[in-house]
């Protein structure tokens, strides 16, 4: 697919996708939305890509919220789908993805954008990035799960500060209350994430998948955390990867995955 608002560009195992519209500060519009579904169906679908870094185009803005212009005249029900149907397309299929993504943050992540970062497995700042959901300056709430993501990444008192307030938090805040996991330089940042990307890409695919399932599952009150983990960990004995894991480690040398 011939893409006009992200960029794709493919490193080894790992991909790098990069929202592209750096003059409006990379903000979600509806093209955006789709074309972002779309790349990560590709991602799900090709066996070499093991994982993901997403980032913004430029130094100012991650995501700076989404297109404001485009749903300024919705009515309740189109502003209901509008948060669904991105749920599903975009946030909800990053967040429950069977390969991690490293949201490389490397300026403003707000709204949408911050959303999109919560979305992800890994968060990664650059120092002068700001982060914040500001939605209830608009007269709105987050509507791609940043009131649930949030909230289980940084505590409710925390969430809700920030969300009532609609106040931006450093990145340097953002590291101590355990919204991002690590704050570096902006010039270092794309490097940082690929260094991690490379370690996780050395481990078995498999069981990434099964952690991820096990670990989001710990989040989800529909489900019984334990028993997805004891199933998942079960499932793991039939794979591949297992054979080669264990074989590697009785003959002392490093697991070819």
Known sequence: MAYQHIQIENSGKIRIITISRESKLNALNAATIQELGQAIREVQEDEIIRAVILTGAGEKAFVAGADISEFADYDPAQG???????????FDAIYHSSKPFIAAINGFALGGGLELALACHIRIAA?????????????????????????????????????????????????????????VEVSQLLDAAYRLATRITTRSGSAIAAAIEA?????????????????????????????????AFLEKRKPNF
């Open 127 to 183: 120092h002068h990035a700001k982060l914040g959901l500001p939605e209830t300056t608009l007269g709105l709430i987050p509507g791609y799960g940043g009131t649930q993501r949030l909230t289980q990444l940084i505590g409710r008192g925390n969430a809700m500060e920030l969300i009532l307030t609609a106040d931006m938090m450093s990145a340097e805040d953002a590291f101590r209350c355990g919204l991002v996991n690590g704050v």
């Open 215 to 247: 670990i989001n599952a710990s989040l989800d009150p529909r489900k019984d955390g334990y028993e997805t983990e004891i199933e998942a960990f079960g499932k793991c004995f039939g794979t591949p990867d297992f054979v080669e894991g264990t074989r």
């Open 80 to 90: 209901e789908n509008l948060a669904r149907q991105g749920q599903q397309l975009v």
